[in-house]
C-alpha cells in the first residue's frame, strides 16, 4: 500500500495545513522528501479550498475572493533532482475523496474573473455535479451522464529565482498596458492571501511578496487544465531547483478542452497515486523548456461526435486575421445555439461543453483572413438524440432543479 504523505482535511481551512501552498516561489520548504522510483499518494482540496459548497446557490461563486486559489498539495522534493533535470510523474491512479463524492462548475460573474464567454454569461451561475463510481451526472443539468476523464487541473514544479522574476515581469508588463481591464489582464503577486506552505514570519512575507500567482500556465506546467493528462499519463517535468518541488492540485472529474467555464471544469477534492523518477540531465538532452507527457492507455470510450464550426469573425460580424480564440468562441456559440433546440437554457448547454469530455480543436490557421476551430461534442453523453434530422428538433430535456444564477451585488 503506497503512503499517504501529504493529508487534507476538508473541514480544516487550507491555510491551517503545512503541505499545502497558493503561489509559486523557490523559498517554499519541500512538504515531504521521496526517492526516485518511489510512488506515494498525496490528497488534495478543491482548488477553491472548500469555499465553493454542495446546495443551490451561486452566491459562493459570485463572492470568492479569487486571490486564495489554488491550493496545492506540495512541494514533494525527490532526492537527486538538480536543475536541468527532468522529473518523470507517473500518475498511477486519481479519485475523489471518499467523503466528498461530487464536484461544482461554474461560471463567475464578469465583475469577479469571468470566463470565456463571459459577455454572454456576465453573472454568476453554479451546477453540482454527483460521482458515482467513474460516472457523473447533475440536478442542475439532466439529459447527460458521462465517464470521468480524471486529471488534474494543475500540477508542475518549483521555478528558480531567475525563472520567478521572469514571470512576474512579463505579467506586470502586460497588466501596465491596460491596468483598469475588467477581468483583468492578468494577476500580479498578492502577499495578503497567500499561503507559502511551511514558511513563516519575515521568510514567509519576503517570498509572498514576489510568489507568482497560481492561475496561469507556464514552462513548469502548471495550471495547464489539459484533459487528458488524466490518470494513467506520464508526464516529463523541467527540473529548476534542487529537489524538483513537485506540486498538485485542481484535480478536475471531467472537462472539455479549454476548461471554457473557467469556475472550470468539475472541481473536486481527491487524491493522485503517483510515482517518480528523474533523467539526469533530460533537459538539454531532449530540447525540453515545457513538460511534455504521454497519455493514459484508458480513456472513455466516445466515438461518434456532432462537430462544430467556428472561424474568426466575432458575433458583431468584425473580422479578424487568424485569430484562434475568436474562432474557437464562435464554435462554442454555436453548440450553445443548437443544444438550447432541445430544451437546454444557454447556460445549461454552456455548463456541459465546460465539463463533459468535448474536445477543441484548431482545425485550420492559414487559410487569410479566417482560422477555423472546432468543437466536438460527444452524442453519447445525452440520454436522447441530439442529431439533426428532417422532423426537426423536440424539446427532450427532463426536469430538473432550476440551474442556480446570483446578481452582482451593486
Ligand atoms: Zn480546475
Not at 461563486?61 to 498539495?73: G, K, N, P
Not at 515581469?169 to 475588467?182: F, N
Not at 492507455?297 to 484562434?324: A, C, M, R, W
Request: aromatic share 10%; charged share 20%.
Amino acid at each position: 500500500m503506497a503512503e499517504t504523505l501529504i493529508k487534507v482535511d476538508l473541514k480544516q481551512s487550507p491555510y491551517q495545513n503545512e503541505m499545502v501552498h497558493n503561489r509559486w516561489h523557490p523559498d517554499i520548504p519541500m512538504a515531504c522528501w521521496v526517492k526516485p522510483g518511489d510512488d506515494f499518494i498525496l490528497e488534495t482540496y478543491d482548488w477553491t479550498g472548500g469555499f465553493i459548497k454542495n446546495d443551490d446557490s451561486a452566491d459562493d461563486v459570485r463572492d470568492i475572493d479569487l486571490s486564495i486559489v489554488h491550493f496545492l498539495s506540495g512541494p514533494v522534493g525527490v532526492r537527486g533532482a538538480q536543475p536541468g533535470d527532468l522529473l518523470v510523474v507517473d500518475l498511477l491512479d486519481i479519485g475523489a475523496k471518499p467523503d466528498s463524492l461530487w464536484g461544482f462548475n461554474g461560471f463567475f460573474s464578469k465583475k469577479n474573473g469571468g470566463g470565456f464567454l463571459t459577455d454572454h454569461f456576465p453573472l454568476a451561475q453554479k451546477s453540482i455535479w454527483d460521482i458515482q463510481g467513474m460516472f457523473t451526472k447533475s440536478r442542475h443539468v439532466p439529459g447527460v451522464n458521462y465517464a470521468g476523464l480524471i486529471h488534474p487541473g494543475l500540477i508542475g514544479c518549483l521555478p528558480d529565482p531567475a525563472l520567478l522574476s521572469k514571470w512576474n515581469e512579463r505579467e506586470i508588463g502586460l497588466i501596465a498596458t491596460d491596468p483598469e481591464r475588467v477581468p483583468p489582464l492578468a494577476n500580479p503577486p498578492f502577499p495578503s492571501t497567500a499561503h507559502m506552505g511551511k514558511l513563516t514570519g519575515a521568510a514567509k512575507a519576503a517570498a509572498a511578496a514576489t510568489g507568482a500567482r497560481t492561475v496561469p500556465p507556464r514552462e513548469h506546467g502548471g495550471n495547464c487544465d489539459i484533459k487528458d493528462l488524466s490518470r494513467g499519463s506520464k508526464i516529463y517535468f523541467p527540473v529548476y531547483v534542487d529537489g524538483a518541488g513537485l506540486s498538485v492540485g485542481d484535480l478536475h472529474f471531467s472537462q472539455g478542452d479549454g476548461e471554457i467555464t473557467f469556475c472550470g471544469a468539475i472541481e473536486m477534492a481527491g487524491w493522485v497515486h503517483m510515482k517518480v523518477d528523474l533523467i539526469k540531465g533530460g533537459m538539454a538532452k531532449y530540447g525540453i523548456k515545457n513538460p511534455i507527457f504521454k497519455p493514459s492507455p484508458i480513456t472513455p470510450h466516445y466515438n461518434d461526435y456532432l462537430i462544430f464550426e467556428g472561424i474568426s469573425v466575432d458575433e458583431s460580424g468584425k473580422q479578424y486575421y487568424l485569430d484562434v480564440n475568436v474562432a474557437y468562441r464562435q464554435a462554442c456559440l454555436n453548440a450553445i445555439a443548437y443544444l438550447t433546440k432541445f430544451g437546454y437554457s444557454p447556460a445549461q448547454a454552456y455548463s456541459i461543453l465546460g465539463t463533459a469530455p468535448v474536445q477543441g480543436h484548431i482545425s485550420g490557421v492559414v487559410d487569410i483572413p479566417n482560422s477555423c476551430a472546432t468543437l466536438w461534442v460527444p452524442t453519447q453523453i445525452f440520454d436522447f438524440d441530439i442529431r439533426p434530422n428532417a422532423a426537426g428538433p423536440t424539446k427532450c430535456v427532463p426536469a430538473g432543479v432550476d440551474m442556480p444564477i446570483s446578481q452582482d451585488v451593486v
